[in-house]
């Protein structure tokens, strides 16, 4: 009788205890990120297509939950990877966990997508308002959620780094998204803005978007700091000039600090809470990694 019961349990459940134990090993391995440089993908229903989104990592060997872990959005050039590995050593010397998403050209294509969000069907202001449901903004609280699944992190807090073209989407996702999952928000050296103005028309100001869809107070009262360098002052080929964004500044840090007192004074004007911050950064440009000098010190804060 023995030996038909042993049998019957190694017939019949060992395969199933061995199936359930590859199930668990696997979802262990594909929620852990191992030490160094990496990739993983990212189930994300935005964009223009349904394809995964691939993030970059860095882990420091002594990284370990409760330290920060930092979203860093890239710029124009679509290069997640080359901005890891930029902020490599930072991860390194203050024992942080770097996470670079890929708004890919493929998924994200050109300046609608990634630097508006979808929330214009058009680079020009002349363009239709998209239904709110088709904007990319929801995509920046799954990745936070996702970093800190993928890192089997629930101590850490996650901090939203953003340059150029990345901060663009960053400071729209500020004003037109509801409460944030991120622990602070960094946008560093934006093109241009979005002022919290109804009578100038999107991606200059709100004018055409329902006030339904946004809330100014709850945006004034997130962990924001625009982060502005010093030489960030060329003209170049990529700056918009058009007399909307001049209008704002001659170049990147006369409207990053436009931007944010245009914003300072809307918050009084409604009076509520200002709780952003206004940083520069002495002897840098437009330099995604080398803005990570101003950018550290406060994850740095955020960390005590």
């Not at 061995?18 to 696997?26: N, T």
């Not at 708004?103 to 680079?123: H, I, Q, T």
């Not at 996702?173 to 919290?196: E, F, M, Q, R």
């Not at 440009?285 to 010190?297: K, S």
Request: hydrophobic share 40%.
């Amino acid at each position: 009788m023995k030996k038909i019961v042993t049998k019957t349990f190694n017939n019949y459940f060992l395969p199933f205890v061995f199936a359930f134990c590859l199930m668990f090993a696997a979802s262990a391995q594909a929620a852990s990120l191992p030490v160094g440089e990496g990739s993983f993908l990212i189930d994300e229903p935005t964009g223009a297509n349904a394809s995964p989104m691939t993030a970059y990592y860095y882990r420091p060997q002594a990284w370990e939950d409760g330290r920060p872990i930092v979203l860093v959005f890239h710029g124009l050039k679509r290069n997640a990877q080359e901005y890891c590995q930029g902020w490599a050593q930072y991860a390194e010397e203050h024992n942080l966990l770097v996470i670079c998403p890929e708004f890919s050209a493929e998924k994200y294509p050109g300046v609608r997508y990634y630097n508006f969000a979808n929330v214009l069907d058009s680079e020009e202001p002349g363009g239709k308002i998209q239904p709110q449901k088709d904007w990319v903004f929801p995509a920046i609280d799954r990745l936070v959620s996702a970093a800190k699944e993928k890192a089997e992190a629930k101590d850490s807090k996650v901090v939203l780094y953003a340059h150029s073209a990345g901060a663009q989407l960053i400071h729209r996702y500020v004003l037109l998204s509801g409460p944030s999952k991120a622990d602070l928000i960094i946008a560093a050296n934006s093109g241009w803005y979005t002022l919290p103005d109804k009578d100038v028309n999107f991606s200059y100001g709100l004018g055409k978007i329902p006030e339904a869809s946004y809330d100014l107070k709850t945006a004034f009262a997130k962990p924001v700091v625009i982060l502005l360098g010093e030489e960030d002052v060329i003209r170049s080929k990529v700056l918009r000039k058009t007399p909307e964004a001049d209008a704002q500044g001659q170049n990147r840090l006369e409207r990053g600090m436009n931007f944010f007192n245009v914003c300072e004074a809307k918050a009084a004007e409604l009076n509520t809470d200002f709780t952003w911050i206004l940083r520069t950064v002495p002897g840098v440009g437009h330099d995604g990694t080398g803005m990570a000098q101003g950018a550290v010190p406060l994850i740095e804060e955020l960390a005590r």
